[in-house]
């Protein structure tokens, strides 16, 4: 069979064209499931390139136990444990201020349940707070796709809040909380967030 093509369109013209789209496909499909913490420091990597502000994940201190060689360019961690409780995910310098947060993502609709946070972390938030530092957590509600900067003294509080309550209704975190808008890049730029936020701080001062 002869496939008729347009007048000057080439036959190698259309494999170019398809595999440009099989491409474009392939990059748009893997970014459907990427995860909070990836776009995370997809977002600290954006501000460290442009010198907006220098923030890292937090390493998890481990001891390790026994270490397997199977050949002598490879070694495989078989065993270790923790040293201590980790505290939260993220620490580092923006605008001459200390940051440290955590991130947590929740299918939720209704609430995000408090027992995904620890008295160690509520610990440590608070004793940032106390040395001028900027606390607060990251919460995605994956079911709504959105996320907002929560600041510490909020989730301090509900955490805890004498009534029994076991999770934050979400209309408190969207009413306390700074929502995180989408953009093009980075995706995730929570420190527009934080923006807002610190602003708003100054002006009820």
């Known amino acids: 069979m002869t496939v008729q093509y347009p007048k000057g369109f080439q036959p190698r013209q259309a494999k170019a064209i398809v595999q440009a789209k099989q491409k474009t496909d392939i990059k748009s499909f893997s970014k459907r499931g990427i995860g909070l913490e990836d776009e995370i420091n997809e977002a600290n990597a954006y501000y460290l390139a442009n010198n907006l502000a220098v923030i890292h994940k937090k390493p998890t201190p481990i001891t390790i136990v026994k270490v397997d060689y199977p050949n002598r360019a490879m070694a495989k961690i078989t065993e270790a444990y923790f040293n201590k ?30 027992k995904n946070f620890h008295e160690h ?17 990251i919460i995605r509600f994956t079911s709504l ?23 934050i209704p ?22 527009r967030a934080v923006d807002v936020w610190l602003e708003n701080l100054d002006n009820k001062e």
Request: charged share 25%; aromatic share 14%.
């Open 170 to 191: 979400y209309a408190d975190i969207a009413r306390d909380g700074f929502l995180i808008e989408k953009q093009l890049q980075p995706a995730l730029d929570y420190l």
């Open 145 to 167: 796709d959105e996320s907002y900067v929560y600041p510490a003294e909020a989730l301090i509080a509900h955490y805890e809040a004498k009534d029994g309550k076991k999770s």
């Open 121 to 137: 972390q509520m610990l440590h938030l608070k004793r940032i707070l106390i040395q001028g530092g900027v606390g607060f957590v």
């Open 85 to 114: 409780a980790s505290t939260t995910d993220y620490n580092g310098l923006y605008q001459g201020k200390y940051i440290d947060f955590d991130a947590k993502e929740t299918r939720n609709k209704t609430n995000f349940p408090l």
